[in-house]
């Protein structure tokens, strides 16, 4: 132990040149090894001192007073052999001090070099200093832990990483292996049902809101409502079920014509009234009930009308007893019921089917609407109800219509006038295109977009305007399936019954006037398809379609405003090219020829790009457009 | 690519649809054309974008929606 003592002391007067000379024994260098064996004895006694100063005293120390397990230190030893005189004393040390110590440890050939007292580092290949150390697990049960803990804190002081992890994996396992990941689909899917919750909550109360109404309306429907069921086909419209069972007890006593004028009166009634009540209450019930209704209607209509015609086909003095005792009543119906009268001024008139329908259809947007303006409906009945030319009565429809500018259902007018124009084809009369122009003029103004209405219709309910973000997400489904489905239904049934009626009323001009220029959806979707790479949903599509719908008339509402802000009626180039920079698709560093040299074929680049060539020329030339105008 | 030219009647007869009054330059509606086409573009890629994020192959309907709230003309 002496010699060990004295060894170690050696080396660490060796290793601290200060110290040495403090201790005043033997100078750095070579003569430490010769010095170190001389004073060995010496050392001895300031050994505690110098001993306790360093951590490395303190290692000793904790070695030392450890029971003595380090199954490593011979192969230290080994190790540091190598090393230079510096390195080589504490190793020594340490691996004298293990072989003194436990002279029963097997010396082990891994990875030695974690007990290294060095700070330099070499590789430290610890999963073999593990390997080796477990084998001794089983013979040294208490030494493998003492080594456990021994090569911590040594690897700590030695600052090496990765040993811990490796001495902790064999021995504790403290840390848990695998940390849950947040599931992003699942919190995705969360968050969309949360979103569509709440859609349908605003649905919800929507529905709500709008059934009230509808509720309230339906006691004045249905006293109106009577007689259709003498001349009424089976139905299969709930609503219509209902509505016809209370006309029917009413009017019983009515004569004939009173009783068919008021039926068509009635039919139209109904129909506006369900028009009502399905505007008013949920967007695809409404759809659907207005499909419902609309062939309902239309075949009721066609029934109705041959009565009425007949009745009142050439006689005008019929007509006016018809506008009479229609007006009596119709002076005791609601605002709903006058319009009625209204479209029935038209159909008594003797105008054709067609222009009933449309008028019926008219009507009920406009009842669409009355529920809203109720006040200027009974103004306007009380025009129709005396016998007025129908240009008059076009233009107070007129009128109506461009009032209704904000309110009317776009929806309904469009899957109403679809089969109705259809069914107009061969309308030829002025007052058909008056009518017509006034629809248009009212689709026009009315906001095309059903979300938009819906917006205002949950406005008028004390809702949120962002919502109709949201509803007019989940209505469009609905909406823009279901009128297709209802269009071809509902031209089907009028175009029957109008072969079957005489011809004269459908010969003549047979325009196809288009109502609605919509953008071709075939259209839409190859663009999307080709924008998109990917391949895209059949449903998707349609939202699709919605949205270019939305931006079409957010499009001609911005370029309204621009146009109008620079005193212009027409739009021009420039107010499209500020357009495109408010919506950061032209910017300093993006100009519009680049967009359109991108997006658009060479043909159209032509034709907007202005080009210099030779000659004093510019193609294209300006001089061009305007000539284009005259 | 599209093989179709710009529908330019259908775009005149839309905005007319919308607003009577209103007139439309010669080459104006070329630009529109231009606008839309950028405004689908925008729109696909965000569909596409979500899509992505559902770890679709497809896109779906309720892509589509999300991207359209999000695309609001900005």
């Known amino acids: ?630 | 690519g599209m093989r179709r030219g710009a529908p330019r009647g259908t775009l005149r007869g839309v905005l007319r649809r919308h607003k009577p009054q209103l007139r439309l330059a010669a080459s104006g509606d070329l630009l529109i054309h231009l606008n839309f086409l950028m405004f689908l573009h925008r729109l696909a890629e965000e569909a596409r974008t979500n899509a992505f994020e559902n770890k679709s192959k497809t896109i779906k309907p309720e892509h589509t929606v999300a991207a359209a709230k999000v695309i609001k003309h900005f």
């Open chain 1, 1 to 630: 132990m002496d010699g060990v003592r004295a060894r170690r002391e050696a080396r660490r007067s060796g290793r601290r040149s200060l110290g040495d000379r403090l201790r005043g024994g033997p100078g750095p260098g070579k003569d430490n090894a010769a010095a170190r064996r001389a004073p060995p004895r010496q050392r001895l006694a300031a050994f505690p001192d110098l001993d306790s100063d360093t951590p490395r005293a303190l290692l000793r120390r904790v070695i030392r007073n450890q029971p003595q397990v380090s199954p490593l230190a011979p192969q230290i030893a080994e190790h540091k052999e190598t090393e230079d005189a510096q390195s080589q004393p504490p190793s020594r040390r340490t691996s004298s001090m293990g072989e003194l110590q436990l002279p029963d440890l097997v010396p082990e050939g891994t990875s030695i070099a974690t007990f290294r007292m060095t700070r330099s580092r070499k590789k430290l290949s610890i999963s073999e200093f593990e390997r080796a150390a477990d084998k001794r697990l089983p013979q040294n049960q208490a030494h493998s832990t003492l080594d456990s803990t021994l090569a911590r804190s040594l690897h700590m002081s030695l600052g090496s990483v990765l040993a811990p992890d490796t001495v902790e994996k064999r021995g504790l396992f403290r840390r848990p292996k695998n940390r849950k990941a947040i599931d992003i689909a699942a919190f995705e899917g969360g968050v969309e049902q949360n979103m569509q919750r709440k859609a349908q909550n605003y649905l919800v109360d929507l529905q709500t809101a709008s059934m009230i109404e509808a509720a309230t309306l339906t006691s004045d429907a249905e006293i109106m409502l009577n007689n259709t069921e003498l001349f009424a086909q089976p139905q299969s419209g709930e609503q219509n079920q209902k509505e016809l069972p209370a006309l029917e007890p009413q009017l019983s006593e009515s004569e004939t014509p009173v009783q068919r004028s008021k039926i068509s009166n009635a039919m139209q009634e109904e129909g506006k009234l369900v028009g009502r009540v399905s505007s008013v209450g949920t967007e695809e019930g409404r759809t659907r009930r207005y499909s419902e209704e609309e062939l309902i209607n239309d075949r009721e209509h066609v029934d109705s009308m041959t009565h009425v015609s007949q009745k009142t086909s050439a006689n005008q003095g019929e007509d006016e007893q018809g506008h009479s005792q229609q007006s009596e009543p119709m002076e005791q119906l609601s605002d709903s019921e006058e319009v009625a009268g209204t479209m029935e001024h038209h159909t008594n008139a003797g105008y054709s089917e067609h222009l009933e329908k449309k008028l019926t259809k008219k009507a009920e947007s406009q009842i669409i609407v009355t529920p809203e303006e109720g006040g200027v409906a009974e103004g306007r009945v009380k025009h129709q109800d005396s016998p007025k030319a129908e240009p008059e009565m076009a233009t107070s429809v007129r009128a109506r219509s461009l009032s209704r500018h904000s309110h009317a259902f776009s929806s309904f007018e469009k899957s109403g006038t679809k089969p109705l124009k259809e069914a107009v084809e061969q309308a030829d009369e002025l007052e058909d295109r008056a009518a017509m122009g006034e629809l248009d003029g009212s689709e026009e103004e009315s906001t095309e977009d059903e979300a938009e209405t819906e917006g205002q219709e949950s406005k008028e309910g004390s809702m949120k305007t962002p919502m109709f973000v949201r509803a007019a997400a989940y209505s469009p489904l609905p909406l823009l399936s279901t009128p297709r489905p209802a269009k071809p239904a509902a031209q089907e049934s009028p175009l029957q019954p109008r072969r079957a009626k005489p011809v004269p009323k459908s010969s003549g001009t047979s325009r196809k006037k288009k109502r609605e220029p919509a953008l071709a959806s075939s259209y839409i979707k190859q663009i999307f398809r080709h924008y998109a790479k990917m391949p895209v949903a059949r449903d998707a599509y349609k939202i699709v379609e919605k949205c270019c719908e939305k931006y079409f008339k957010q499009l001609s509402d911005d370029l309204e405003a621009y146009a109008h802000h620079a005193g212009r009626k027409t739009v021009e180039i420039a107010d499209l090219e500020l357009l495109m920079r408010r919506q950061g698709l032209v910017t300093d560093k993006m100009p519009l020829h680049v967009l359109i040299e991108r997006y658009l074929p060479l043909e159209y680049r032509k034709l907007l790009i202005p080009v210099a060539v030779s000659g004093n020329k510019v193609i294209p030339s300006k001089s061009a457009c305007l000539s284009g105008r005259w």
